[in-house]
């Protein structure tokens, strides 16, 4: 059974940080491109950042670019997202999800999610 859990989520002031992590479960790690998308409330899903964890070359949205960093861990099998200079507009729930290659409508399997809300 494929399982994505997130951590780390919270409530930041603007300029703040938080890391997210996706520990993974079910499945080969290494086989697959995982990534996180968001969605806040009344809005599209947007995929956020995205890792190819066999060679680890990654993606990211113009919104997060030099903002935030993916990696993962493959020892793990966890991805993570480090999130700097948090904005308000960064307000959303935060999943994880497999293949994150797709559009954000067309993934696998995704968490629960992980809320973050960044103050002004």
């Known amino acids: 059974e494929v399982q994505l859990v997130e951590s780390g989520g919270g409530l930041v002031q603007a300029g703040g940080s938080l890391r997210l992590s996706c520990a993974a479960s079910g499945f080969t790690f290494d086989d697959y491109a995982i990534g996180w998308f968001r969605q806040a409330p009344g809005k599209e899903r947007e995929g956020v950042s995205c890792?190819?964890?066999?060679?680890?070359?990654?993606y990211y949205a113009d919104s997060v670019k030099g903002r935030f960093t993916i990696s993962s861990d493959n020892a793990k099998n966890t991805v993570y997202l480090q999130m700097n200079s948090l904005k308000p507009e960064d307000t959303a729930v935060y999943y994880c999800a497999v293949d994150c290659r797709a559009g954000p409508y067309d993934y696998d399997y995704w968490g629960q999610g992980t809320q973050v809300t960044v103050s002004s």
């Open positions: 890792i190819n964890s066999n060679d680890g070359s990654p």
